[in-house]
């Protein structure tokens, strides 16, 4: 496998997208980052590696993903917010 600064991988059990940063005989160093933000730098095996490619629709589907549980989410609280009224409403109408 040839592999050059910039090529995007992933480990043959899975995981993250790692960027190759160098290229050595039999090692790769590589960048990626973390769940939490964090940037991770690691020297791994050529044979742990395999190369990938980021597939740009794959992104806009998790974006898509985001946005509806946003949507999910102002709809819930809207939800409540009716709740809340009738629950008004019916307290009016006792106390009268």
Partial sequence: MELKPGDVVILKSG??????????????????MGVDGDLFRETLPVIALES??????????????E????????????????EDDDGDRKKKRKAA
């Fill in 67 to 82: 946005e509806d549980d946003e949507d999910e989410d102002e709809d819930e609280e809207e939800d409540d917010e009716d």
């Fill in 15 to 32: 995981g993250h997208p790692l960027t190759v940063v160098e290229v050595n005989e039999e090692n790769v160093e590589c960048l990626w």
């Fill in 52 to 65: 990938t490619e980021l597939d740009p629709e794959e992104d806009e589907e998790e974006d898509d993903e």
